[in-house]
């Protein structure tokens, strides 16, 4: 950590800004964070629960279905019988009761193949959820990088902010020195002053914008907005990347994986709707008990119990068109998901060639506001010694503050970009975690 670095971090513990005990956080203890805590991985992880929770044959209809069922009733009735031969029965109140149990079985053993193909699906769900899972987990880890580099690049650009407050105080307190001995008039040292105060107020803003990204940050993290960190000084980045072949870009490409799978999925549905054109066989048994009592009529006690068995078809004749048309609209969601997974390929090649473009770009910006930023130093240190000797003109010194200043924050900004359409490059290849 350099000296303004720490002069800043007091500043800010001296102001309230951050806490005595600042926890330090690097870039890996980010992401181990967000992997662990990050609503949206947990959400993921919830779905890839579900189905394989859903992934099973008794959902896709391969299983029977059994039962129990049991009951009782009891009544009283007033009873009036008239029979044939002249006699009458009349019964007041009479009590009734009826006992029944029985334990019964369905299985459907065909259904034109309409079960196994629901059972494909179910498993396609299933690693369709695991991809979406580790697309998240991608996602969210590229998030968390380009955040926290944001992080930094605002600390860095605090730090160029304090540079010039820095510059601008020394050439403050010579004018005034000067201006006080009579060698230099008062214009330059209220130059210096006013200079010197706004340096002071892009700090205050800059604070603001240092805030705003850390809250972003723990949004990622699943930490309270409002949690400070100590982050690193500066990013590590990689400038001498180079692209995948674009065949291997489609094999190792999650979203593209997920718009694969999802349009394989969709034309496992215009098969099960097919599937309803043919009939149905189910295999039904049944053991049953029944008692009944009565204190009026005929029967005034009956009993029975046994098992029984049957074989079912249903043939599908006509339904409306209903069947021709739920294969008709699947067979069209099958070629609108296709559709969306040329179209998704199509924009990976774009994102692919506009990523590099920016990778390259930023290099080569970064690479020039290395070799910038060494004339600018050069140049600020003449001009302060050529000022403390009074041969250069507070314009002249202004003018050279100025421009290390601004070379300070582009050289933080190239490195910012590069490090940000590096994750994108990253991401896209599915190198972000392995």
Request: net charge positive; aromatic share 8%; proline share 1%.
């Amino acid at each position: 950590m350099n000296k303004m670095r720490k002069i800043y971090i007091l500043v800010l513990c001296l102001t309230g800004n951050l806490c005595a005990a600042q926890q330090r956080l690097t870039l890996q203890d980010a992401i181990a964070r967000a992997l662990q805590y990050n609503y949206d991985i947990r959400m993921a992880d919830v779905v890839v629960k579900q189905a394989d929770a859903n992934n099973t044959m008794g959902n896709a209809g391969m299983l029977p279905d059994v039962a129990a069922n049991a009951g009782y009733r009891q009544g009283t009735n007033n009873v009036f019988n008239q029979l044939s031969n002249g006699t009458e029965q009349i019964r007041p109140n009479a009590a009734t009761s009826g006992l029944s149990a029985s334990v019964d079985a369905l299985w459907t053993v065909f259904d034109g193949g309409r079960m196994f193909v629901v059972k494909k699906q179910l498993g396609q769900r299933e690693e369709l959820a695991s991809v979406q899972y580790r697309l998240q987990v991608q996602t969210t880890v590229s998030q968390v990088i380009q955040a926290y580099a944001e992080v930094v690049w605002r600390h860095q650009q605090q730090v160029a902010i304090d540079t010039g407050i820095g510059l601008a105080a020394t050439r403050m307190n010579i004018s005034r020195v000067q201006y006080e001995s009579g060698s230099s008039a008062k214009v330059d040292f209220l130059q210096a002053t006013v200079d010197h105060n706004l340096r002071r107020t892009d700090s205050l803003n800059q604070q603001s914008l240092i805030y705003q990204s850390l809250t972003s940050l723990n949004v990622l993290l699943g930490e309270e907005s409002d949690r400070v960190y100590v982050v690193d000084d500066s990013l590590q980045f990689n400038i001498a990347m180079q692209p995948l072949d674009k065949e291997r870009l489609q094999d190792v490409n999650l979203s593209l994986n997920v718009a694969r799978r999802t349009a394989d999925i969709f034309k496992l549905d215009a098969k099960i709707a097919r599937a309803q054109h043919l009939p149905i066989v189910t295999i039904d048994g049944s053991y049953a008990f029944t008692r009944n009592t009565s204190a009026a009529g005929f029967a005034l006690f009956s009993r029975s119990f046994g098992p029984s068995a049957g074989v079912n078809i249903n043939i599908p004749l006509y339904r409306g068109g209903n069947i021709r048309r739920q294969v008709k609209v699947a067979s069209l969601e099958a070629m609108r998901y296709e559709l969306a997974y040329d179209k998704q390929n199509t924009e990976l090649s774009r994102q692919y060639r506009t990523g590099w473009r920016n990778y390259e770009l930023s290099v080569a910006a970064y690479n020039l506001q290395s070799e910038n930023i060494r004339y600018a130093k050069e140049n600020v240190d003449i001009q302060r010694a050529r000022f403390r000797a009074g041969i250069a003109t507070t314009l002249e010194t202004r003018e050279a503050e100025s421009s290390y200043v601004q070379a300070l924050v582009s050289l933080y900004t190239a490195a910012y970009n590069v490090k940000v359409n590096e994750t994108v490059v990253l991401e896209l290849e599915n190198r972000l975690v392995q």
